[in-house]
């Protein structure tokens, strides 16, 4: 099956997607599909070519998709927020054709930008059908590496309608839901609830460009929202808001949770304060959604593990426990061959994280990699240290986690600086570099040396009690 072929059947509606700008029917997405493919074929874009583009969360971002699969283009999709460093990186691995780019975000190192408005202002006809399949490219996403440099996954046409579909029948979803997506649409959750579920099934999305908690009240109230996924903090914000009372969130009944914090204490308070069913799912970029609850299956099930493989998938925890998955909506693999390699083996993915299973159900313990996971962002800690040991104060850095109530983890950094270096100098740096403000350390803290183990690396785990053992002081003298 292709995508454009799976949202070629979807019911139409009035209300197709709801953003900033208002509501934007089927016909009105067809319409603007029709122009930008049919501009991106005039700029001699053809199939198996790659169009980045880099837009606000907004009806346009769903365009740009639903365009690029139109003429049997791939997709490449570039983090709204993403800094200078991180887009140039990005972009000497995918090579793109052409760069969309919406109003307000700074360029493309390298390429000159074209609006959506601009290609769709260029229509001048109909864009030829294109013959694709199942196993062709369709969309390119980038997610943290080890090394710190950006890794572009690709997904084909099959892994993702494969995987639409199995979301769609796990959530129990019908055209009745509305959707509210607060994820940009270059993540993969982003993707999948506001372009694909929404458009396949004809089941109504709320686009949200920017997290404000009563906004998202009045958005949840207005537009009868009943579903909703995303990391614990935007659930967190949402309850603790001033204007938060559960009638203003009487039309939601089911929130499904990933990422770091998502603890049983959590979703117990939420299920309560929200009146919902709250699960956890586990994924990533690479195997989206791989594991989660039915929304009818055991409530202690949901709240106590990550869920279990449905459909075709399939978990497995190896010797040193890591957690091994495969399945249908596995990614073809990365742009490097390389990191291909290393991380796909005999069609199983190594997804990097520890995890225990028990009769089938999935519990993830920790993580094999050194990633940081802010509040839904994965980030690399060996991203942060290039940046930070690019500084001609700082000697050596290591960047580690540190577990926060708002945003799971938060990005806490230890360098030895002999001369002095502090957040203010970090920030200022970070923002030179051109690096994305997520991945900015928010804590910084100046050591004579730092810890190693006896192979010669970093200690993080000591470095992480550091933090541990700070934060119970804390704790310790609060009133």
């Not at 603890?263 to 989206?288: I, N």
């Not at 009769?359 to 993580?367: A, E, F, H, L």
């Amino acid at each position: 099956m292709t995508l454009d072929g799976l949202l070629a059947g979807a019911p139409a509606r009035d209300d197709l997607v709801v953003d900033s700008g208002g509501q934007h029917s089927s016909a009105e997405v067809e319409s603007r599909v029709e122009a930008v493919a049919a501009a991106l074929e005039a700029r001699d874009v053809a199939p198996g070519d790659r169009v980045a583009f880099r837009l606000p969360v907004g009806v346009d971002a769903v365009v740009a998709y639903r365009a690029c699969w139109r003429i049997g283009a791939v997709a490449v999709a570039l983090h709204p927020a993403a800094g200078s460093h991180q887009l140039a990186q990005a972009l000497e691995q995918a090579r793109p054709a052409v760069v969309v780019a919406g109003d307000g975000l700074p360029p493309a190192p390298g390429y000159h930008p074209v609006a959506v408005d601009e290609l769709a202002a260029e229509a001048g006809g109909t864009a030829a059908a294109r013959a694709v399949t199942g196993d062709d490219d369709a969309v390119v996403m980038f997610t943290s590496g080890s090394t710190g440099t950006p890794r572009g996954v690709v997904h084909t046409h099959g892994s993702l309608a494969y995987k639409a579909v199995q979301l769609t029948e796990a959530h129990g979803l019908t055209r009745d839901d509305c959707a509210l997506v607060p994820s940009p649409l270059a993540h993969v959750a982003g993707l999948l609830h506001a372009v694909l579920l929404a458009g396949a099934f004809g089941m109504k999305t709320v686009l949200v460009p920017r997290w404000e908690p009563e906004e998202a009240l009045g958005l949840i109230e207005r537009e009868s929202v009943t579903y909703m996924v995303g990391p614990p903090t935007l659930f967190t914000t949402l309850m603790d808001c001033d204007g938060f009372a559960p009638s203003r969130a009487a039309t939601l009944r089911m929130i499904s949770c990933g990422g770091a914090g998502v603890t049983p204490a959590f979703c117990r308070r939420a299920a309560a304060a929200l009146g919902v069913v709250v699960k956890r799912s586990y994924g990533s970029t690479e195997a989206p959604t791989v594991a989660t609850s039915r929304f009818d299956d055991p409530p202690d099930r949901m709240i106590l593990t990550d869920g279990r493989a449905f459909g075709e998938a399939r978990l497995r925890v190896d010797r040193s426990g890591e957690l091994w998955v495969t399945g249908p909506e596995l990614a073809r693999g990365y742009l490097n061959p390389a990191d291909t390699e290393a991380a796909f083996v005999d069609g199983w993915f190594r997804t990097g994280d520890l995890a225990t299973l028990d009769d089938g159900w999935v519990t993830i313990t920790g993580r094999l990699g050194d990633r940081i996971i802010r509040s839904g962002e994965n980030i690399s800690a060996a991203e942060v240290e290039q940046h930070l040991e690019a500084h001609p104060a700082v000697l050596q850095a290591a960047a580690v986690a540190e577990p926060d109530d708002r945003l799971g983890e938060r990005v806490a950094a230890f360098v030895v600086a002999p001369g002095g270096f502090d957040l203010v100098a970090c920030r200022e740096w970070f923002a030179r570099r051109g690096a994305a403000r997520f991945i900015t350390p928010e804590r910084i803290e100046v050591l004579d040396e730092l810890p190693v183990l006896a192979s010669g690396k970093v200690d993080r785990m000591k470095l992480a009690a550091r933090l541990r053992k700070d934060a119970g002081r804390a704790g310790a003298g609060a009133p």
